[in-house]
């Protein structure tokens, strides 16, 4: 079983920077591919940044360019550096531990965090 926590939203202009993080619990966070996903009003969860066990990072492309996904094993932490934020940017964002797979797909993911709400005014 993992627990995560997310941590580090709030409220940012147009422009400026967040840094979110996701504290994980259990003793094998180093082999699970983590993953960021944010979710609007009335939207579905959609993909954002994912890190796999060996390091391999993919975003999508709204993302790319602007955020930045890491993690620290010894920490059992993820973060995701959030720059030039965009209003379109506003959401919940939920942290994701994949057990067996790598993908960008909701369904892979066997852990979820609570949410953070970043909101991106104008």
């Known amino acids: 079983q993992v627990q995560l926590v997310e941590s580090g939203g709030g409220l940012v202009q147009a422009g400026g920077s967040l840094r979110l993080s996701c504290a994980a619990s259990g003793r094998t966070f180093s082999s699970y591919t983590m993953g960021w996903f944010r979710q609007a009003p009335g939207k579905e969860r959609e993909f954002v940044a994912l890190i796999n066990s060996g390091g391999y990072i993919y975003y999508t492309n709204s993302a790319r360019g602007r955020f930045t996904i890491s993690r620290d094993n010894a920490k059992n932490t993820v973060y995701l550096q959030m720059n030039s934020l965009k209003p379109e940017d506003t959401a919940v964002y939920y942290c994701?531990?994949?057990?067996?797979?790598?993908?960008?797909?909701?369904?892979?993911?066997?852990?979820w965090g609570q949410g953070t709400q970043v909101t991106v005014s104008s």
């Open positions: 994701g531990a994949a057990a067996r797979s790598s993908g960008t797909t909701l369904g892979l993911y066997d852990y």
